[in-house]
Nanobody
């Protein structure tokens, strides 16, 4: 079983930047694709970004694709999300997830993930 721990959230003004990190332990990190999802108050959890097990392929939801960058460091068992030009509508709790099956491409559907972190709050003020 893998354990995931997010960090790096906080309060930032619109136009600012944050970098989220997700440290993995308990299961081999490198064979599994990873992703970031978010949930705003009163809304369902939604896909934000995903990366394949090798890091060669990334996917983003349209509103963030030119502002956010997902990356992974397999030597450090860590997933990252660099967020630039943040907007108030980016305010949410951000969760990292690990895909169940090993050696897959980037996955956008949450049912494909079998482990989640506790989440980190990102608040963007206008």
């Amino acid at each position: 079983q893998v354990q995931l721990l997010e960090s790096g959230g906080g309060l930032v003004e619109a136009g600012g930047s944050l970098t989220l990190s997700c440290a993995a332990s308990g299961r081999a990190f490198s064979p599994h694709a990873m992703g970031w999802f978010r949930q705003a108050p009163g809304k369902e959890r939604e896909f934000v970004a995903a990366i394949s097990w090798s890091g060669a392929t990334t996917l983003y939801r349209d509103p963030v694709k030119d502002r956010f960058t997902i990356s992974r460091d397999n030597a450090k068992n860590t997933l990252y999300l660099q967020m630039n030009s943040l907007k108030p509508e980016d305010t949410a709790v951000y969760y990292c997830g690990a895909v169940r099956r090993p050696y897959t491409g980037a996955q956008t559907m949450d049912f494909q993930y079998d482990a989640w972190g506790q989440g980190t709050q990102v608040t963007v003020s206008s």
